[in-house]
């Protein structure tokens, strides 16, 4: 299907054609179409996109954690070849936190506060079949593992502080040994220094374990630090895929480049804010054809009829008219 | 710690100088000699030198103020609250106490049977919210909850005392049984059921309408998120993660329900010619004894002072946040 | 201020009344509630029209006790005086003095949580003291021990504004002593309205402390007041009822509390007289459910995150 395709072992994960929808009393909205994608053991990929573009109803997805109004209404997801049952919660269950494990935002909320974060840590252990004291000592030595001192393993959440909160859901992450963490924007709640210590945790952590790593994220400034593969999403669906080299050397979306822009570079003075003109669509009022033209500089006729397939280019995916017939280089630096 | 206790401890107090203030006012608001009030008013005869001997015991030939207050104050501490009007020649005090135990088995037993069915249920109906048990429950608890007590008693009576004929409803006791024995035991408990039902009724309606909304807050957390991300049952993320934060407001809300408990309590007696404080406060009212009635107003301030620090305190074991 | 900002106003806040209208009325219970509250609104307005004037012991015409015919269709009570008449008045009074308690507790409440929340520091400390002996004794005991030294206080003959002096002081008391926790939510509320920046432009535009209270922060909490008051409706009718029960109502003007009281005492209970107890308590009952279920349903559409019901 892509250039990973020629590797032999087969990927870890592998989602195609996956569309959910969010049911309310009267109709139902589509949150992700047509989601496909690969990724193999101890690979990191980013999923960017503004809020509402569905990177974290397709993490929830294949995580088996969809909320209870949502539906699953096309395509699969496969793990290590087999059919995973994303929709059905009694079926997920052995595979949470064993197989895939989440960091979620937020660790003050995502943390319960009644309860001590030694005890929190160990007991996904003791529930996928460790005794109570193994899983004591495992949760004790994860929490030295992300630099929590030993004396305040047996702390209440609301006694730490935000970056070592956030340390102690990253430990909590690996406690089972998952094959795939999936950071739900794992550093945004945090302050700049507490988000690069943080993020350097967690990709010493990958690197140290093999963990394929799903990072969801809005701000691609974090991605090039920290992942192998990006991929953009736009209004439910993925719009760009490539490596973080690529993306960032040669965006071949409109959308992507204008992400790119607006990073803040440092040095660059007045033109340090550029947003991205126009508001991203809601579930409810999606644009026809491509769902970016309204915002799109190099918006064309077809764009506002037809939405465009995502196809291999080169060596990464992109779903742009643009990109439909002509070579790749031309064509962008035309319309740059 | 210290410091939150101290803060609890001013609260308190503060709420039972209240209570002592409204009561030395009053009892002044009134027309009439002070002293002949004491004595039980216009209403029987005293002599001359028995209302000297009460001016002086009382302090109220001296200034109202600081003389009278303080005297009022150091009686009140002292558990002196005067005589009764109608049950004349006793002590506001003994007769209260006489009557405390029978109180205190209606509600303590109503409350325990609330909170248990209450909390239960609502937690239930919190939890699998929308479903056909939360509709159905949610309904009843809401028409319980707007029924004054008293009047679901007097349903209660209709139908399981005149109608039936299974269940006593008047009274605590039968005649000729003989009073500690274990029959007697059985019998009180026998006319205890409807005046209990009653209140714990209406008390349910209550509680479940708090632990529903308590346990649908819960269920939106962050943190039932993880714990279903990490592989728990529906009913391990119901018992170890979910119940004990929602148990949180539910602590507070019922502790501080005890006044209302006690007020809905009164007019339940009433009903059942329970002989407890209800009954007392039913008899104060009617013959306006004022001494009795003050007597009983301190003692639901006391109560729900109680009431109130042993909610923190369960809420300071139930929840590590206030331990700093 | 541009005359077209105030029209783009006027015109925002008409449509955001429109479309809270539409949400409240589509709310089922809050339809049950309004269907119930119109009922009884009609029937007290007009009692005389609908069962004729008040029946006395005099004047009344049916057997002791009768139960319930072609006649009475409620039964009779025991002097045979109608029930049907003697609910139908009960409802004027017993709605008269929670409305009116409502009222007295709402300005106070209003009063008391705006002065403590705008003002801050030492009036806040004191003021929320205050507040909170009143939120931990519930206002029917202090009601207890309050109405009838008012009552001798006032002596019990004529009529004060059209009520006799008993019904006069249970409104009063009422409203006195039930407005805690209303005062409690209007000071949360105006504390994050103090934060807003159009509080700072009228204070630099000049206005004083009371102006910027009743036109700047007032109109903001309407919906606190509103849903709350429903509430406190629905507990003013019950400690009304409580209060007349245990016999501090009046017999001459007698609401359901008053009825349920006269029954007890009559013994209706333990004859079975299930109509007699049975018709105020029904209006009790449903009235105050229509209030709480208003309540909800006003702060359900103000504040849907946290619903109470469903």
């Excluded at chain 1, 589509?30 to 109803?57: C, M, P, Q, W």
């Excluded at chain 3, 029209?49 to 029946?55: A, C, D, H, I, S």
């Excluded at chain 3, 105050?288 to 359900?300: E, R, T």
Aim: glycine share 10%; hydrophobic share 50%; net charge positive.
């Amino acid at each position: 299907m892509n250039n990973r395709s020629q590797n032999t072992a087969p990927p870890l994960l592998k989602v195609d054609g996956l569309a959910v929808d969010y049911a309310t009393s009267a109709i139902s909205l589509r949150a992700i179409n047509d989601v496909s994608f690969e990724l193999r053991a101890g690979e990191a990929v980013a999923l960017v996109g503004e809020s509402g573009s569905g990177k974290t109803t397709t993490a929830m997805a294949i995580a088996g954690l969809l909320s209870p109004n949502a539906r699953v209404v096309g395509g699969e997801v496969r793990y290590r070849g087999r059919p995973l049952p994303i929709d059905d919660d009694a079926l997920m269950r052995p595979h949470r936190w064993s197989e895939t494990s989440v960091i979620f935002q937020g660790a003050m909320n995502a943390l319960n506060p009644v309860h001590r974060i030694v005890n929190q840590i160990a007991e996904p252990c003791i529930l996928h079949g460790m005794s109570r004291g193994e899983a004591l000592a495992r949760a004790t030595e994860l929490l030295a593992l992300v630099g929590i001192p030993a004396d305040r393993c047996s702390a209440y959440p609301h006694q730490l502080s935000g970056g070592m909160r956030q340390r102690v859901m990253i430990a909590m992450a690996l406690a089972c040994r998952p094959s795939i963490v999936i950071g739900d924007e794992p550093t945004t709640a945090l302050d700049v220094i507490n988000q690069a210590q943080v993020l350097k945790l967690l990709v010493d952590l990958r690197t140290r374990f093999n963990l394929a790593l799903i990072l969801i994220t809005h701000d691609l400034s974090v991605v090039a630090e920290s992942c192998d593969r990006v991929m953009i999403m736009y209004s439910g669906r993925i719009v760009e895929d490539g490596t973080v080299a690529e993306i960032f050397a040669e965006p071949k979306h409109p959308y992507t480049r204008l992400l790119i822009d607006s990073i803040p570079t440092p040095g660059e003075g007045k033109r340090m804010l550029r947003p991205i003109p126009g508001d991203p669509p809601t579930l409810v009022k999606r644009p026809s054809g491509c769902a970016f033209h309204p915002r799109c500089p190099s918006a064309m006729e077809i764009c506002t009829t037809e939405a465009p397939h995502l196809k291999q280019f080169g060596k990464g995916r992109v779903a742009c008219h643009l990109h439909d017939s002509l070579p790749a280089a031309d064509k962008v630096s035309a319309n740059a | 710690m210290s410091r939150r206790i101290g803060g609890i401890l001013i609260r308190a107090v503060m709420t039972l100088l209240m209570v002592a203030t409204l009561n030395f006012v009053l009892f002044r608001v009134i027309p009439g000699d002070p002293a002949s009030l004491l004595l039980g008013g216009a209403r029987i005869s005293v002599t001359a030198e028995q209302i000297e001997a009460q001016r002086q015991t009382w302090g109220l030939d001296k200034p109202l103020f600081p003389d009278q207050v303080i005297d009022y104050l150091s009686a009140t501490l002292r558990g002196d609250f005067g005589f009764s009007f109608k049950f004349r020649g006793k002590h506001v005090a003994d007769l209260i106490l006489e009557r405390l135990p029978a109180t205190i088995a209606l509600v303590g037993l109503a409350q325990v049977i609330a909170v248990l069915c209450g909390v239960m249920l609502g937690v239930y109906a919190g939890w699998r919210r929308g479903g056909a048990v939360d509709h159905v429950t949610t309904g009843i608890s809401l028409a319980l909850y707007s029924t004054p007590s008293f009047w679901l008693g007097m349903l209660l009576v209709v139908v399981f005392s005149t109608a039936l004929r299974w269940l006593p409803g008047y009274g605590a006791s039968s005649p000729g049984v003989i009073v500690g024995s274990f029959a007697w035991l059985l019998d009180y408990l026998w006319h205890l059921a409807l005046p209990v039902l009653a209140v714990a009724l209406g008390l349910i309606g209550q509680y479940v309408v708090v632990a529903r909304a308590a346990m649908s807050d819960v269920v939106t957390e962050d943190y039932m998120v993880t714990a279903r991300a990490k592989g728990l049952t529906n009913r391990q993320m119901l018992m170890g993660h979910a119940f004990r934060n929602a148990m949180l407001p539910i602590v507070t809300l019922v502790s501080l329900n005890l006044g209302y408990v006690v007020a809905g309590a009164i007019t339940v007696e009433a009903v059942f010619a329970w002989p407890g404080i209800g009954g007392l406060t039913v008899e104060a009212l009617n013959a306006r004894d004022y001494p009795l009635l003050q007597g009983i107003f301190l003692l639901l301030g006391v109560s729900i002072v109680i009431a109130n620090l042993m909610a923190d305190l369960i809420y300071g074991v139930l929840d590590p946040r206030v331990k700093q | 201020m541009s005359k077209i900002n105030v029209l783009s106003r006027s015109r925002l806040r008409a449509r955001a009344i429109s479309g809270f209208l539409r949400h409240f009325i589509g709310h089922g219970g809050a339809q049950l509630g309004l269907v119930c509250l119109g009922f009884f609104l009609a029937v007290a307005a007009m009692p005389d029209t609908l069962v004729g004037p008040l029946e006395t012991a005099i004047t009344a015409t049916g057997d002791f006790l009768a139960p319930p015919s072609r006649l009475h269709y409620l039964g009779t009570d025991e002097v045979g005086r109608d029930v049907l008449n003697l609910v139908v008045h009960g409802a004027r009074i017993s709605l008269t003095i929670a409305l009116l308690a409502t009222v007295i507790s709402l300005v106070v409440g209003t009063t008391v949580g705006i002065t403590a929340g705008y003002f801050g520091g030492l009036a806040d400390v004191c003021l929320m003291r205050v507040t909170d002996f009143f939120f931990v004794v519930p206002s029917f005991v202090l009601a207890l021990v309050i109405t009838p030294v008012a009552l001798e206080a006032m002596g019990a003959g004529g009529e004060i504004l059209g009520f006799r002096p008993s019904l006069f002081v249970i409104i009063v008391v009422i409203g006195l002593t039930s407005w805690a926790f209303v005062a409690r939510v209007i000071r949360s509320q105006t504390l994050s309205l103090k934060e807003r920046t159009f509080i700072d432009r009228a204070r630099v535009a000049g206005s004083s402390n009371t102006s910027i209270m009743l036109r700047h922060i007032l109109p903001n909490l309407v919906p606190q007041v509103a849903a709350n008051g429903a509430l406190v409706v629905a507990n003013a009718i019950y400690i009304e009822t409580s209060l007349s029960f245990l016999g501090l109502g009046d017999p001459l003007q007698p609401s359901w509390g008053t009825l349920l009281s006269l029954a007890q005492r009559s013994g209706a209970a333990s004859v079975g007289a299930w109509w007699y107890l049975g018709a105020p308590g029904v209006c009790v009952l449903t009235v105050s459910l229509a209030f709480v279920l208003i309540g909800n349903a006003l702060d359900d559409t103000f504040n849907p995150r946290r619903r109470v019901i469903p």
